[in-house]
């Protein structure tokens, strides 16, 4: 197995010399556009990076380098105390971003809640002449475009009342939610064209054979760094989730920023990131394979709600995330998630029916160690939380093995499976981190 590793590692190294990629070389091409702008994503209420995971590889696949492509992070329950250290963080950033690139210029997105942040940001004139382009998704309304600067408003169809900037350039992404007014190809394909005033050559994200990948280990909501915390990076088998070699991929020790990386991954292949703390439960992270380059990935760890989550070495306690909205009350057009061949989607767990009610992470555990699923049943305290749901599922442990996360995304064309190991939930936490695109 010893000599398994360092063979996959001396491959990959090999490959990632020779800078080997899968990708349309007309994706890399100079067009005759604009001259590219560094871009800077907020995030709203409960979110992070992640929600710009997708668009950001996106861009990549356009042609975008890496390093123009930033997010702007804080604590969004906190956010009314905090707004002048953001504000002055957001100063910052974009200082960096001019340096390094030597544009004069940034483009600024802001999603929900950033929408007020970035719209403050804009009301101060020398802040707005650092800003080329505004993107304001789904968030605030305004009477101009904020601080006079070029805007698209984008608009989630299905969550009417429909705002509006006067002045700006106004769509509305019919039948998409609020989380996926961000994170679609839709989204992207209208913010592509706002920045350069032409259609991007790809809505999809092209895959590489090694992608690099980084990211950070936070605290949710507050998106703080976990310092102190100990990553390790596994090679996992697709089909049961269970570990391949002796020893991790990578391994990484978390300082106060919470990042990690980066680490060559493999195209095709399976990853489990296993965050480890003294005195706590580890959580492990299970991805679908990783296709491009990514730096948002976001380890996030919601330790407020650990002790509403019963705990015990008969089940496993597992939580699903994707950065859409999961809904059920489609009809024909509804998303479906299977845990342990359990249909966990519901009238009760995933309705869509206004912005609060979507909810891009499920919890299922076993409320209350009894041994009894209630699937129709949102645990205390998940029912009034934004953008999070729960569901009473017992999944045992005994015997040891593997429980597969079965996801039929509406709008999609075939199911996708992470197997994942059932691991106590007295010893550790698993979460599957779902593509909000279709692979």
Known sequence: MQRTLLRLRSITAALAGGAVFFAATAAEA?????????M???????????????????????GYPRHYIRVLEYDSSQVNAILPAVLAELDALIAELQAQTGR???????HSLGTFVSQTYLSTPARAANVAHYVNI???SAAAPPGGVPTLALWAGADPPV?????????????????????????FAEMFHFFRDRHPFTTRVLPQILPKVSGQVNFFPSNAGIDGAKLEVWLVKGSTGQRLLPQPWATFDIGPDGSFGPFIAILGLHY???VQREGEVDVNFFYEPFIRSDDLVRLNIATGLAPFIDSSPNHSALTVVRQREFCADLGAGSDSLAIAGSEVLNLATASCGSIAAGSAAVFAFDDGSDGVSNLNVVPFPFGPLAFLTATDLFIPTAPPGSVSVVSFPRGGTRARTVNVPNLPSSEARVVVNLYDFEP
């Open 30 to 38: 100079n067009f005759n556009s604009p001259p590219l702008n560094p």
């Open 40 to 62: 800077i994503f907020v995030h709203g209420g409960s979110g992070s990076g992640a929600q710009f995971e997708s668009q950001a590889m996106r861009f990549t696949s356009n």
């Open 104 to 110: 004069p210029q940034v483009d600024l997105l802001g």
């Open 138 to 140: 789904d968030g605030g």
């Open 163 to 187: 705002g509006s900037i006067v002045g700006a350039l106004n769509v509305t992404l019919d039948g998409q939610e609020h989380i996926e007014t961000a994170t679609s190809a839709e989204a």
């Open 272 to 274: 489990e990131f296993s």
